[in-house]
C-alpha cells in the first residue's frame, strides 16, 4: 500500500521560490569582480534566474544539457545555477585552477554548450575555446560598461544576454532525479571524473546541510560562504542558505586575509565555511593588523585536515570550530564535528582533541571502515581501513563511465580515505589510501604528523611522505615551509614533537622547502612531492 501524501518533486528552484516568498527582502552581498560591493536580494535573484531560464530556453538550451560556469561565488553566479537547473539544464563547474589543458579535457568530456564567465576568466578561455567545439556561446558575467573585446565566440555581456528577454517563465516541471550539477573530481591519477548531482540529492543535501547539528544555517544568520562554487558544489550553501532565508555574503575574487576580513566584519558575518589555507591567510592577517572578529560566531572547515592548532586560534576568540569532511562525490558533506551528549562534558585537551576528527556521520550518510578484503572493522576509534559510504546524496555511478561499477556489493561507494571510527561514531581521517605510510608492516598516519608539526610556531605548513627504507618498508619524512622570518632547524622540530606521537611515527628527517606543491583544490600534492624527493635519501640509510 502506498501512502496518500502528495508528490512534490524535490526540484532545485522550489529552493529559491521559497527563499523569493519568506525571506524576498533578505539581502544578497557580493564582492564583485568588478570591485565595488553589490546588493540585492532572494526576490530579485529569483526573477533574473527566471530570466536566465528563458534566455537560455531561447538559445534552444534543453533539459539534459551542460552549460558551463567558470566563476567566483558572486550573485551572478548564484542567479546561474537557479537559471540553468530551472530548464531541467545542468549547470557544470569549471575549477579555474586547473591547468588549460585539463579545462578543455572536462569541457570536452562535458559537451558544454555554453559558457558563462567572470571577467577574471576571459583570457584563461582565450586560451582554450578553440579547443572545445561543443561550445556555442560565451556569456562574459558583467555589464556592457565593463564590457572586454575579446574574440571568444558569440561574446555577450550578461546583463545584456538576460536583457533580451521578459521575464514572464515559469521553471519547467521534471521528475526530481533529472540531473541538475556537474562537477568533476580533480584527477590526481587518471582523468577527471564527473560527479552528477540531481535536483533530489541537491534538495535533500540542503536540508541535511542546515539541521542544528550540520552547519545550523539559520535566517538570523549572515552566512560567508568562501568556498567556492567551482569546487565540491560550494559545499550545499548555494542551496542551504537560500532554503534557510539566511543573508548570504559572497567574496567575489577577493580571498585574501585583508579582503576577507573586512566582509567578515562589514556585513556581520556570523558563520562561513572554508578550507584550511582559506583560514591561514586570515589568521596571518589579523595576527599583523591587530584585527579582531566582533560577529563572527561559528567556521566550518574541511577539505583538508584542520590542525588543532587552527581550532585553538578560533576558539580563543570565541568563535566555535566544526571540522567537517566530504568530498565531491558526496555533495559534499559527510561528516561534521557537533557535539553529542557522550562527550558533552569533555574539556580542555580531550575536546580538542574531539574537535581535531572529522567528526560524526550527519543523517542520510551512512559509514563503514572496511579492511583491504572488505570486512568491516570494530569503531573503536583505534583500527584504521578504508572508509566506505553510502546515502541519497552520494554517487553510483561517474558521468559518461556509467557501466563502470564504483560501488560494493552493499552498495557503499569507497571514499579513497583511510580512517578510524571511535565508539561514539566519530570519525578521524588518517590519509588517503594512496599517502598512507606503511612502516614495518604498520601504517602510520601522514596526517596525525603533520598537524603535530604545524602546531611548532615557526612553522607555516607541513607535509609527510612515504620514503623508501630498506629494512621498514617505508619511513615518514617531514618536509617544512617556515614561517615568514623564522628559521627553525631540524633538531628543534623533533625534539617539539617527541612524545607527543608513537616513537616509531616520528619521521626520520625533515627537509625544508619554499613552498609545498598544492592541487586545484587546494590540497597538498603528495604525488608531486614524492616526485619532487624521489633522489632523496634519508640519513638513516
Ligand atoms: P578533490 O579530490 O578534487 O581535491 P574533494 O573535495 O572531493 O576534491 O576531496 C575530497 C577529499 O578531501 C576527501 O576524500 C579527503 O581525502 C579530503 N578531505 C576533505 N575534508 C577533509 C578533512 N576535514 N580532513 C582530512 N581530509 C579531508
Not at 565555511?273 to 591587530?290: D, E, F, I, K, S
Not at 570565541?318 to 562527550?343: C, D, F, L, R, Y
Request: hydrophobic share 40%; net charge neutral.
Amino acid at each position: 500500500m502506498l501512502g496518500l501524501m502528495q508528490n512534490w518533486p524535490l526540484l532545485q528552484h522550489k529552493i529559491i521560490d521559497h527563499a523569493a516568498a519568506q525571506y524576498g527582502d533578505q539581502e544578497v552581498v557580493t564582492r564583485s569582480v568588478e570591485g565595488p560591493i553589490h546588493r540585492t536580494n532572494y526576490r530579485q535573484v529569483r526573477e533574473r534566474a527566471l530570466r536566465v531560464a528563458q534566455r537560455l530556453a531561447k538559445d534552444g538550451v534543453k533539459s539534459g544539457d551542460r552549460v558551463a560556469t567558470l566563476a567566483w561565488n558572486t550573485w551572478r553566479h548564484l542567479e546561474a545555477w537557479y537559471g540553468i537547473t530551472g530548464i531541467g539544464a545542468v549547470y557544470h563547474t569549471i575549477n579555474p585552477r586547473l591547468f588549460p589543458e585539463q579545462i578543455a579535457w572536462i569541457a570536452n568530456h562535458a559537451q558544454d554548450r555554453l559558457v558563462l564567465l567572470d571577467l577574471t576568466f576571459v583570457p584563461l578561455m582565450e586560451q582554450v575555446a578553440d579547443k572545445i567545439p561543443s561550445v556555442e556561446r560565451y556569456v562574459i558575467l558583467t555589464d556592457r560598461a565593463h564590457m572586454p573585446a575579446t574574440k571568444l565566440k558569440n561574446a555577450v555581456a550578461y546583463e545584456d544576454w538576460i536583457a533580451e528577454v521578459d521575464g514572464d517563465f515559469k521553471w519547467a516541471e521534471f521528475d526530481e532525479n533529472t540531473a541538475a550539477g556537474l562537477c568533476y573530481t580533480s584527477g590526481t591519477t587518471g582523468d577527471p571524473k564527473g560527479v552528477l548531482y540531481s535536483h533530489r540529492s541537491n534538495v535533500l543535501h540542503a536540508l541535511q546541510a542546515c539541521m542544528k547539528d550540520t552547519l545550523a544555517v539559520s535566517a538570523t544568520d549572515s552566512i560567508l560562504p568562501i568556498v567556492p562554487m567551482f569546487h565540491a558544489n560550494a559545499w550545499s550553501l548555494a542551496f542551504s542558505v537560500p532554503l534557510a532565508g539566511a543573508k548570504f555574503v559572497m567574496p567575489g575574487a577577493k580571498l585574501d586575509g585583508a579582503s576577507i576580513y573586512e566582509l567578515l566584519e562589514t556585513e556581520k558575518v556570523t558563520f562561513s565555511a572554508a578550507v584550511p589555507t582559506v583560514w591561514l591567510m586570515l589568521m596571518q592577517n589579523m595576527q599583523a593588523t591587530g584585527g579582531k572578529l566582533t560577529t563572527l560566531k561559528r567556521v566550518a572547515i574541511g577539505g583538508s585536515a584542520c590542525p588543532p592548532s587552527m581550532i585553538e586560534y578560533f576558539e580563543e576568540r570565541g568563535v566555535n570550530v566544526h571540522h567537517a569532511w566530504g568530498m565531491t562525490e558526496m555533495s559534499p558533506i559527510g561528516t561534521i564535528g557537533a557535539i553529542k551528549p557522550a562527550v558533552s562534558g569533555l574539556k580542555g585537551k580531550e575536546l580538542l582533541d574531539l574537535k581535531s576528527k572529522q567528526g560524526h556521520a550527519i543523517f542520510a550518510v551512512e559509514m563503514k571502515i572496511t579492511d583491504d578484503e572488505g570486512n568491516r572493522l570494530p569503531w573503536d576509534g583505534k583500527k584504521f581501513g578504508r572508509l566506505k559510504v553510502r546515502g541519497p546524496a552520494i554517487s553510483r555511478r561517474y558521468f559518461k563511465r556509467e557501466d563502470e561499477e564504483i560501488l560494493d556489493s552493499e552498495g557503499y561507494f569507497d571514499t579513497g580515505d583511510v580512517a578510524t571510527i571511535d565508539p561514539n561514531g566519530y570519525m578521524q581521517i588518517t590519509d588517503r589510501a594512496k599517502d598512507v605510510i606503511k612502516s614495518g608492516g604498520e601504517w602510520i598516519s601522514s596526517i596525525d604528523i603533520e598537524n603535530l608539526a604545524v602546531g611548532h610556531p615557526q612553522v607555516a605548513e607541513a607535509a609527510v611522505i612515504g620514503v623508501a627504507h630498506p629494512k621498514w618498508d617505508e619511513r615518514p619524512l617531514l618536509v617544512v615551509v617556515a614561517k615568514e622570518g623564522a628559521e627553525p632547524d631540524r633538531k628543534t622540530i623533533l625534539s617539539y614533537m617527541d612524545g607527543k606521537i608513537a616513537k616509531w611515527w616520528m619521521p626520520d628527517d625533515v627537509q625544508f622547502v619554499r613552498e609545498i606543491p598544492h592541487t586545484a583544490t587546494g590540497k597538498i600534492n603528495k604525488l608531486k612531492l614524492r616526485q619532487e624527493f624521489k633522489d632523496y635519501k634519508l640519513p638513516s640509510e
